[in-house]
């Protein structure tokens, strides 16, 4: 192969290593802060649950106090039940006491009801608090995995600039130039393999007469079709069923 060629075979390797380089460490921002508003919402759920724990009690403090407030006019006719002098005011004090026992009777039942979501309450927090501390162990793994991923490309990056300046720096300036003028119109793909007598990027069949001359790879042949950089790799031999 002449060295033109493999100069540019390294060159677009060096250039796809990069792009795939650069990628991975621009996503990186992204991904953690993906990262903390999963953290973000965990916590919430937390809060929320230490809300609605707060919110049930004050709710349960405030129908004791109306039962209270209940119980003692319940009390107070209780007592002056013992002093009624005629049978229309025993009947009155007997009507009182009911409607006092019906509204102590629903407050107990409301503070029940209030007892038992405190239960459920207290449970869902536990599972969020859980849920968090999992989160907090996962999360802060993958952001370690990440940030030591972009320190590698951010390395790798750098080496490879240095190796690519080296190699177009021994690189006929033209040839670097359709290179790059290649790269550019082809999403940084310019310089690809030709198998079966196709090019590998856009699958147009070549001529007879110039696969001949990339399968010399001697030279520098472009595809007629996507203008890339061909070169010749000699095609896998196909496994036969038949002997
Ligand atoms: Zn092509």
Known sequence: MSPELEHLIRLQEIETKAAD?????SEAPERIAALDSTLAAAREEVDRAKQAIADNQTARRLIEKDLAVVQQRQ???KDQLMEVKTNREYHA???EI???NAEVGKFEERILIGMVEADDLTA???TAEQTLVAEEARIRAERSVIERDAAEMKTLAASLAREREGLVARMP?????LFERVSKGRHGLAVVPARDERCSECHVRL??????????????VQCDSCQRILY????????????
Request: proline share 4%; hydrophobic share 35%; no cysteine.
């Open 21 to 25: 380089a650069g990628r991975r460490l």
């Open 75 to 77: 009390s107070k006719y």
């Open 93 to 95: 004090m007997q009507t």
């Open 98 to 100: 009911a409607t006092a």
């Open 124 to 126: 869902k927090l536990k």
């Open 173 to 177: 300036r033209n040839v670097v130039e």
């Open 207 to 220: 001529r007879p007469q110039v696969f001949n001359h990339i399968r010399k790879n001697d030279q520098i």
């Open 232 to 243: 010749f790799v000699a095609a896998k031999p196909t496994e036969t069923t038949s002997a």
